[in-house]
């Protein structure tokens, strides 16, 4: 074992080992990259709404354009506000969980909402 190795982020394993850039855990195969785990801190990066401003748990935004919802004829109209909303990685870049108003619970993009 190399002492200069991190633990396993998933299993917390210590006996990680190296295979080419990768980091490999031999106890669940998890395999990361070597810069990753250098900087955990970098994984939780900061969410911006579409003009710039830093995004938090429990935040109301207001979505800045129609938008369609995917399986239905419903539409989210500009000017909607959402309240209490929650940041999460989510599917591809929708970076946010909420309940809109008369929709029900879904998930937005961070691009297309502005804090109030």
Same mark, same amino acid.
């Given at each position: 074992?190399?002492?200069?190795?991190?633990?396993?982020? +998933?299993?917390?394993? +210590?006996? %990680?080992?190296?295979?080419?850039?990768?980091?490999?855990?031999? +106890?669940?195969? !998890?395999?990361?990259?070597?810069? %990753?785990? +250098? &900087?955990?801190?970098?994984?939780?990066?900061?969410? #911006?709404?579409?003009?710039?401003?830093?995004?938090?748990?429990?935040? &109301?935004? %207001?979505?800045? #354009?129609?938008?369609?919802? #995917?399986?239905?004829? &419903?539409?989210?109209?500009?000017? &909607?506000?959402?309240?209490?909303?929650?940041?999460?990685?989510?599917?591809?870049? !929708?970076?946010?969980?909420? #309940?809109?108003?008369?929709?029900?619970?879904?998930?937005?993009?961070?691009?297309?909402?502005?804090?109030?």
């Amino acid at each position: 074992m190399n002492e200069s190795l991190p633990p396993c982020p +998933e299993c917390s394993s +210590e006996y %990680t080992y190296e295979m080419g850039a990768l980091l490999v855990c031999p +106890e669940c195969a !998890h395999e990361w990259s070597a810069e %990753t785990s +250098e &900087t955990p801190e970098a994984a939780d990066a900061v969410i #911006k709404d579409a003009v710039g401003n830093v995004l938090a748990d429990g935040d &109301t935004v %207001t979505v800045i #354009k129609d938008l369609k919802i #995917k399986g239905s004829s &419903t539409v989210i109209k500009v000017g &909607t506000k959402v309240r209490g909303i929650r940041l999460m990685d989510g599917v591809g870049d !929708h970076d946010i969980d909420c #309940k809109v108003d008369g929709v029900g619970p879904m998930q937005l993009k961070s691009s297309v909402v502005k804090k109030v």
